[in-house]
T-cell receptor
Framework: DTEVTQTPKHLVMGMTNKKSLKCEQHMGHRAMYWYKQKAKKPPELMFVYSYEKLSINESVPSRFSPECPNSSLLNLHLHALQPEDSALYLC???????????FGPGTRLTVT | GESVGLHLPTLSVQEGDNSIINCAYSNSASDYFIWYKQESGKGPQFIIDIRSNMDKRQGQRVTVLLNKTVKHLSLQIAATQPGDSAVYFCAESWDTGRRALTFGSGTRLQVQP
């Protein structure tokens, strides 16, 4: 299984809502990542988890809260988002952080 | 034709031609480089990678060339097909006690039938 899955595929939320994005991989990878991608731009790193511990937070606003419940799962909890947070949110995993990363299909988030 | 992957330019080629996509990377300490293909509405898909102790690596129909002297990376696609149409990103990483990929701005490849 070389797949990273993400749910939901699409999400529309209001600025007062609380929602969560989910990511799962069963490749035995111990590093997992959240990226944000705006239209026609490259992915931008948000968070890195290594062995279920947060190792990198790229100065992401606290309205984004990551969680890694176990080595296969990665969540991104969203609260009080702004319209400018609308983007494609990508999850990725790798065997040893920084080497080949496998990406999921992303969640297309729209904040209204 | 060639294109520099810094401003999301578009490279248009005829089906069957060879494509060359270029990327100028930023950090002379980078020791790992990777090319991704991203189709509309999908996540980036691994194409090929190379470490800094190599200057060339070949895959199926693709070749990556690394020139560390001028900090330049290129992706060559042989016999380009319509299914190759996508945005291509290069990415680099370096070891500072933590590892993360930094992406270039991407190049859109359009293959004309």
């Amino acid at each position: 299984d070389t797949e990273v899955t993400q749910t939901p595929k699409h999400l529309v939320m209001g600025m007062t809502n609380k929602k969560s994005l989910k990511c799962e991989q069963h490749m035995g990878h111990r590093a997992m990542y959240w990226y944000k991608q705006k239209a026609k731009k490259p992915p931008e790193l948000m968070f890195v988890y290594s062995y279920e511990k947060l190792s990198i937070n790229e100065s992401v606003p606290s309205r984004f809260s990551p969680e890694c419940p176990n080595s296969s799962l990665l969540n991104l909890h969203l609260h009080a988002l702004q319209p400018e947070d609308s983007a494609l949110y990508l999850c990725a995993s790798s065997q040893d952080g920084g080497d080949e990363q496998y990406f999921g299909p992303g969640t297309r988030l729209t904040v209204t | 034709g060639e294109s520099v992957g810094l401003h999301l330019p578009t490279l248009s080629v005829q089906e069957g031609d060879n494509s060359i996509i270029n990327c100028a990377y930023s950090n002379s300490a980078s020791d790992y480089f990777i090319w991704y293909k991203q189709e509309s509405g999908k996540g980036p898909q691994f194409i090929i990678d190379i470490r800094s102790n190599m200057d060339k690596r070949q895959g199926q129909r693709v070749t990556v060339l690394l020139n560390k002297t001028v900090k330049h990376l290129s992706l060559q696609i042989a016999a380009t097909q319509p299914g190759d149409s996508a945005v291509y990103f290069c990415a680099e990483s370096w070891d500072t006690g933590r590892r993360a990929l930094t992406f270039g701005s991407g190049t859109r490849l359009q293959v004309q039938p």
